[in-house]
């Protein structure tokens, strides 16, 4: 339970949060993505409260204005990396020149050269990586991140952990990142703690 947490962010800023199992990490980024409903207070994302809206438009205003990176990079595994990329633009009307984006972020992420590859033929590290790619398709406002580097190895983290920051200052998105890992937090710039439902900024940030 979330206990009146109250936090405002601007577009091109990031932070990560920390805590233990239980305080409530996985509650605050359902509630943050359209997933969840507040019991009570508010959100608002872009002058915006996807709570108000009906369920049509609230999926919509998701595959939109929200990207997620979640643990598992959850690829189809039937699908190459650019059609694993452009999965969210499946939704409605095909944007104009879409694909040549998937291309450009595939590019940014290190992985031009695989772009028809499946999933199977990819390292952990490099999912992840097609899995940052596949959530900025969009130009999302909001970018959410579930433990991105939990399944990795430290040298695959690293790269991973650097790749989204890098990714996220050239996209200008709004950052935040739950994590365990100490070292994916530090190369963000705000960190919080989040203990018993209460969000508290780490002072060292």
């Keep these: ?103 450009t972020l595939l590019d940014r992420v290190g992985l031009s050269g695989r772009l028809h590859h499946l999933p199977s033929q990819l390292s952990g590290g490099e999912k992840q990586r097609v899995a940052i790619a596949r959530a900025l398709i969009r130009r999302p406002l909001l970018l959410l991140c579930d433990e991105p580097t939990g399944n990795l190895d430290a040298r695959s983290s690293d790269v991973v952990a650097s790749m989204l920051v890098e990714m996220h200052e050239a996209e200008q998105t709004i950052l935040i990142v739950v994590t365990h890992s100490e070292r994916l937090a530090g190369k963000v710039p705000a960190r919080f703690e989040l203990k018993d439902g209460v969000l508290l900024r780490n002072a060292a940030s």
């Design 1 to 103: 339970m979330l206990n009146g947490l109250s936090l405002t962010l601007r577009r091109g800023e990031a932070i990560s949060i920390m805590g233990p199992s239980g305080s409530g990490k996985s509650t605050l980024l359902a509630i943050l993505g359209g997933l969840e409903a507040p019991t009570s207070g508010t959100l608002s994302l872009d002058a915006e409260n996807p709570y108000e809206m009906p369920e049509t438009k609230l999926a919509s205003f998701r595959n939109r204005k929200i990207g997620f990176v979640f643990q598992d990079h959850c690829l189809l595994p039937q699908c190459s990396v650019i059609e694993n990329v452009l999965v969210p633009t499946l939704v409605g009307a095909l944007e104009a020149g879409i694909e040549e984006r998937a291309r």
